[in-house]
């Protein structure tokens, strides 16, 4: 289904040009709410603990046709509810043509490149946090 090498590639080229860590969280199912749920594995993927607050996560339940991105405070300060909407319809146009990959590598490169507008790289940056595509067991 993903090209896992591919998609961690994706963000392993954006965090070269900002301090920004971007997260792909893959699951089978979401049964309950899902900002609620996106909210949560947020949390649960320590992303609310970056330097800058500029953590970003694209969540993806690939049973039941759902998907989700969301960003840390401190990204949020910066772009509107409109920019996370824009990614959200590019995911949704890829996934309608079962370009699964290919979306969310775009999407991970259009988030960089507004990412890396506010929150450029500094020298010395480190990764705060992995840059593998976790997965859930809903």
């Known amino acids: 289904m993903l090209d896992e090498a591919k998609i961690v590639a994706a963000i392993g080229d954006v965090e070269l040009k900002a301090t920004a860590e971007i997260r792909v969280h893959v699951e089978k199912r ?31 339940a690939y049973e039941d046709h759902k998907f989700a991105i969301i960003g840390d405070a401190g990204i949020n300060a910066k772009v509107g509810r409109s920019f996370w909407q824009q990614e959200q319809e590019l995911l949704s146009d890829h996934f309608k043509k079962e370009a699964f990959t290919e979306g969310i590598c775009k999407a991970i490169e259009r988030i960089g490149n507004e990412l890396q507008k506010h929150f450029p790289y500094e020298s010395g940056d480190t990764n705060e946090l992995p840059d593998d595509i976790s997965y859930g067991d809903q």
């Open 30 to 60: 979401c049964p309950v709410d899902i900002m609620d749920h996106v909210v949560e594995v947020f949390a649960n993927l320590n992303m609310h603990q970056t330097r800058y607050r500029n953590g970003a996560l694209i969540y993806i």
